[in-house]
Nanobody, 115 residues
């Protein structure tokens, strides 16, 4: 069973930055894709950013230019650098990965942006 463990969440003021990390229990090069989703209270879970094996990335329109997804194969870790945070970015952020045709999710980490 694949484990994805997020870290780096917390409370930050609007305009600030945070970096989330997602450590996988196996080589991330074996994943077809990895990404970050988020879910705010009362809203559906939404894709924030994704990275495909090979390096292609995609972002939600709401975070383009502010968030950057990256990976470090030697550490089996995917990152989400979040800059210029806004109160509307407040949510639980989940790491996601597809490997061996199966979806895998982390436990989630809370991000709260105060105005």
């Amino acid at each position: 069973q694949v484990q994805l463990v997020e870290s780096g969440g917390g409370l930050v003021q609007a305009g600030g930055s945070l970096r989330l990390s997602c450590a996988a229990s196996r080589s991330i090069s074996s994943f077809n894709l990895m990404g970050w989703y988020r879910q705010a209270p009362g809203k559906p879970r939404e894709l924030v950013a994704g990275i495909i094996n090979g390096g292609s990335t995609n972002y939600a329109d709401s975070v383009k230019g502010r968030f950057t997804i990256s990976s470090e194969n030697t550490k089996n870790t995917v990152y989400l650098q979040m800059n210029s945070l806004k109160p509307e970015d407040t949510a639980v952020y989940y790491c996601y990965g597809v490997v061996d045709h199966q979806d895998n999710w982390g436990q989630g980490t809370q991000i709260t942006v105060s105005s």
